[in-house]
């Protein structure tokens, strides 16, 4: 009885912490600038966490770091659910399994909150560049090695580029960036000769014609883009998958987590952003738990062990 009545009493304790949450602002940490498909997305999501708890938000850009800058503004933050990071390969998977001097362990230190979606990168080149084609760029990276300018950000990115060097036996020379709108600037002004990139945060740029997309990453073409040949279709076997989600501080209560988890997966699950989505970046809603995310970063983390395992991930 007494068992049982401690079980009530820390029900009704969650309960009205759940309720009370969130008691004020909402603060996002995005980890890459502005511009960026995790910019935009985010922006859309905390635009309407005001309609949703009540409680105004607001998106903090953190760039820098392969996305250490925004962890660690994370987990110095109270740990009461109001401090949100947007997640993505980089700072969950790649950069842990890069660096040994990390100050935080992703599985430990980061709470999961909502699986957001998954989608593709495209290959572009500036609206002026003399490369044309994607075999273009290949095929001059292969007969003139250190020459062709590739520009990416994070480590996903930086390893997704690696990866197609690999397979394809081009050799660039690897410029990193903060953040996708700088790096796809110099694109546009011819200071790099391609770049890896996200769909999203590209399109606006593709459709004015100051970006030029040369393949996407998918299985397939993309929606967006039905005339741009996927890397695969033009028989490289090579796909770069962008997943995205939030996470809080592993010490916020469960009741807040639980809380930021439905108000999230609430916007996520909507109608309203499956249209937003839909017309920003084309890729795949996933509205998953946080203990799905969990499970995929766990499983993303053994796939990129043994990739490095065949590839020095270490080299530039």
């Not at 890069?98 to 935080?104: E, Q």
């Not at 996200?198 to 100051?210: C, H, K, N, Q, V």
């Not at 989505?277 to 053994?302: F, P, R, W």
Request: proline share 6%; hydrophobic share 40%.
């Amino acid at each position: 009885m007494a068992a049982g009545l401690g079980s009530i009493a820390l029900t009704r304790g969650l309960g009205a912490q759940s309720a009370a949450y969130p008691s004020k602002p909402v603060r996002f940490i995005v980890g890459l600038g502005p511009g960026s498909g995790a910019d935009t997305a985010t922006r859309f999501i905390a635009e309407r966490i005001g309609r949703t708890a009540g409680q105004t938000a607001v998106v903090e850009n953190r760039p820098g770091g392969d996305g250490l800058i925004a962890v660690q503004n994370l987990l110095s933050a109270p740990p009461d659910g109001h401090a949100v990071l947007y997640l993505s390969p980089s700072p969950m998977v790649l950069t842990p399994l890069l660096r040994n001097d990390l100050p935080y362990d992703p599985i430990r230190d980061i709470r999961p909150v909502a699986y957001m979606s998954r989608g593709y990168a495209v290959m572009v080149t500036g609206g002026n560049s003399p490369h044309k084609t994607f075999n273009d760029v290949i095929s001059l990276a292969r007969a003139k090695p250190n020459t062709v300018k590739m520009s990416n950000y994070g480590h996903h990115y930086r390893i997704g580029a690696l990866s197609l060097q690999k397979l394809t036996g081009a050799d660039f020379i690897h410029v990193a960036y903060k953040g996708a709108g700088q790096a796809n600037n110099d694109v546009i002004a011819g200071d790099i000769d391609v770049a890896l990139t996200d769909i999203g945060g590209a399109m606006p740029l593709i459709e004015s014609g100051r970006l030029r997309a040369l393949a996407t990453t998918g299985p397939g073409r993309h929606k967006f883009l039905p005339n741009v040949p996927s890397v695969k279709e033009l028989g490289i076997p090579y796909e770069l998958m962008v997943w995205t989600g939030y996470g809080v501080h592993a010490k916020t209560p469960e009741a807040n987590a639980r809380k930021i988890e439905e108000i999230l997966l609430q916007i996520i699950r909507s109608k309203e952003y499956a249209e937003y989505n839909e017309k920003q970046s084309g890729g795949e809603v996933v509205g998953a738990s946080g203990d799905q995310l969990k499970a995929h970063v766990i499983a993303e983390t053994g796939r990129y062990r043994e990739l490095g395992k065949s590839m020095n991930l270490g080299e530039q």
